[in-house]
């Protein structure tokens, strides 16, 4: 495999690879390289298959930084740079049912057109959300995420959790749709994963594992009074809690959806059926309050896909 410097003719100009991936799921996908394409004011890469399976480079687009995304702080919790997360080849993760792409293209679009003022409004809102939440301000071992591509800012969740001693983790990709958990504080570094996004950069000896968390609040790109989640078809999180299928809910860790109220999608919208592989989310919380996610007289179950 090539590595870091490796030269790509692309289009006619000469493109420095400036960071090497390893196969994204498993010995039958090719590795992939981050290649930055430079023009004025913005900051846009491309994926290029690196393994002679592919024949000639394969170039596949990465989306620009969203620029209400850059915490310029790392202690902010919203991502620098970090791009949507996407899969440059191998099996479809995202659902190819048209509504559901639709629904995730329009509100994606929505969210990354607010402007600062109504996301820090939303964090407060969600932070104060939380707080209504039963035995909230008991609950010790809390994982979250690092807001990408518009998603919904957690640092003042964050903050609030700090200020009380609780433990804050963030999700590491450690095997094929599969996530473990590593502490993290403003003093612990962070890396780029595969698709951009911050990991704690420790040791695999440092990961926690998904059932020692005590609360999980997820990201999502819509969801219903249900409590059935959108995501963007990765199937990470479903993959990683698929043992809470087997336990009577609410149970711990308690799943909890992170979203603006704008997210909220109708009961019985086909993009958000329920599949065999959905996990239940317990709880939504976005910044008008707290949702508990209620079953369907059909018995739906939430999601956490």
Known sequence: MAGPGTGFQLRGRGLECVQAFPAVFDSTHPAYCLVPVLRPRVGLFVMVCMSAACGKPEITPALPPDPWDQGRLAGTGIAENAPHPFLPRGPPLVDASSSRRVLRERLRAQRLALDPAPRIAAARGVRDALDALPGWDATQRVAGYWASAGELPLNLVVAALAARGARYFLPVIVAPRRLAFARWDHDVALAANRYGI???????????????????????????????????????????????RERTRPARPLLIGVAYA????????????????????????????????????????????
């Open 198 to 244: 911050p990991e704690p950069a420790v040791p695999a000896s440092a990961h926690e594992a998904p059932a020692s968390l005590d609360a999980v609040l997820l990201p999502l790109l819509a969801f219903d009074r249900d409590g059935m989640r959108l995501g963007y078809g990765g199937g990470f999180y479903d993959a990683s809690f698929a043992f809470l």
């Open 262 to 305: 704008f997210q909220e999608v109708p009961r019985g919208d086909p993009a958000l059926a329920p599949q065999p592989w959905d996990v239940a989310l317990d709880y939504v919380a976005t910044e008008q309050g707290l949702i508990a996610c209620a079953p369907s007289e059909e018995g739906t179950p939430c999601s956490a896909g």
